[in-house]
């Protein structure tokens, strides 16, 4: 008798979780626009609430993207161990970066590797560069003029890992129909905020 530990559902699910904050705050933010009257848009209680919200997003999308990447990470390792072993995996391809995996051991299991244009592995792309731009980052000083709307995480980032995780898994199993996905789609019923 045996018993399969793996922890790619679980990091997704803290995803899926903490993006559900984010939804929340996300309405929060737009009630408050709808309901404050613009004179009141200049003052700096409102601007301290927008602020200290878009903060909480970004801090909370920075959890997300990581348990994202992290996620995939997880479960690409599994799917190799699962199809071809875990010395092989250990061997062979544990030293490969994240989109090289995702490429190359589906074409050593199935045959067919994903389609190196598709969405699914540009979205893969600039997943993990954007987790290795957080996990790497490098402490600056920037003009306050200079900075810009991408120096931040936004709810946006959130929801397109989440929607990256989701995708990939979908395009894995176009190619090998016997896989188990899922883990990433049994909890999008409780969260009306994705289509």
């Not at 009257?37 to 970004?58: C, H, Q």
């Not at 995939?72 to 599994?78: F, S, V």
């Not at 061997?91 to 190196?116: E, F, H, M």
Request: some cysteine; charged content about 30%; proline content about 1%.
């Amino acid at each position: 008798m045996e018993a399969e530990f793996n922890y790619y559902e679980d990091f997704f699910h803290i995803a899926i979780d903490t993006y559900k904050e984010i939804a929340k705050l996300e309405k929060e933010l737009n009630k408050l626009q709808v309901n404050t009257s613009k004179s009141e848009k200049s003052s700096d209680d409102f601007v301290d609430n927008v602020a200290e919200r878009n903060d909480r997003i970004g801090r909370l999308a920075l959890i997300v993207v990581i348990f994202c990447a992290t996620s995939l990470e997880a479960y690409i390792n599994h799917y190799a161990i699962s199809n071809l072993s875990k010395s092989y995996l250990k061997t062979y391809l544990d030293k490969l970066d994240l989109l090289s995996k995702w490429v190359v051991i589906p074409r050593l299991t199935t045959g067919t590797q994903l389609d190196a244009g598709s969405s699914a592995l540009q979205d893969l792309s600039w997943l993990i560069t954007l987790r290795n731009k957080l996990v790497h980052y490098k402490s600056r000083k920037i003009e306050i003029d200079d900075i810009k709307e991408t120096d931040f995480l936004w709810g946006d980032d959130a929801k397109r890992a989440i929607e990256t995780v989701k995708n990939l898994a979908q395009e894995l199993k176009k190619i090998d129909d016997d896989i188990y996905i899922d883990w990433t789609t049994k909890k999008y019923e409780k969260y009306p905020f994705f289509d």
